[in-house]
């Protein structure tokens, strides 16, 4: 390195914070940006927590590019329960988080995997976001299509982009409906519903991960 050459910021300590909620302690940990020019926050599945490896590697690769990433635990998480309590018990364990996050000043982009999504679409307006992001957003239980949950993802009132691997049983990116100019949808070349890919998929684990979080981080420096 020269004398003349740019040092780049290191990056700041990951942070772990409760946050009361009327459900109880939610958590988050925070992989905070050097200079950060968004907050995204995204929470866990109803069958996962925050390790799951999508929301993982955007907490890694997304600070880099001037995107705090704050993983949500949800109070029934936190609590070391092992069912997931009803959507509206959900919600009121996630709005207090995102106005925590919100308080930062940032513009705030919420999100989150499977269930975490659907409460993301459900709260986005009420929490001030500007974004929405659904990570295989669970269209429908497996087997049933009849099922629909279209009308959450479709009322999120936000910007909002769905990731989606084809193998998904609660549904692929081809079952989604038409979707208004304010959503995208991104069909990935493989992957179930946790985005895992089989060995002999022409697509490898690695470059399907790099494909979720090059999309994830150009939308949401688009929307903010």
């Not at 925590?100 to 513009?107: E, F, I, K, V, W």
């Not at 975490?116 to 976001?129: L, W």
């Amino acid at each position: 390195m020269t004398a003349d050459e740019p040092v780049a910021p290191k990056p700041a300590a990951v942070t772990v914070e409760p946050v009361p909620t009327p459900a109880g302690d939610a958590r988050i940990t925070l992989h905070p940006a050097a200079a950060p020019r968004a907050v995204l926050a995204l929470g866990h599945g109803a069958g996962g927590g925050i390790e799951a490896r999508d929301l993982a590697a955007l907490a890694v690769a997304l600070p880099a590019r001037g995107v705090s990433v704050a993983l949500v635990e949800q109070p029934w998480r936190v609590a070391g329960r092992r069912v997931a309590p009803a959507p509206r018990t959900l919600d009121a364990g996630w709005l207090p988080v995102a106005a925590r996050l919100a308080g930062q000043g940032l513009p705030l982009v919420v999100g989150g995997r499977s269930a975490g999504a659907r409460v993301a679409c459900r709260t986005g307006a009420e929490s001030g976001a500007v974004g929405v992001l659904a990570l295989a957003f669970p269209l429908h239980p497996p087997g049933r299509p009849e099922r629909s949950r279209a009308g959450e993802l479709l009322g999120s009132g936000l910007p909002t982009l769905v990731v989606q691997g084809p193998k998904d049983p609660f549904g692929g990116p081809a079952e989604f409906p038409e979707l208004p100019a304010s959503h995208d949808l991104v069909a990935l070349p493989a992957g179930n519903h946790g985005f895992e890919v089989p060995k002999r998929s022409a697509t490898g684990q690695r470059e399907l991960l790099d494909l979720i979080v090059s999309a994830v981080g150009d939308w949401v420096l688009r929307v903010v």
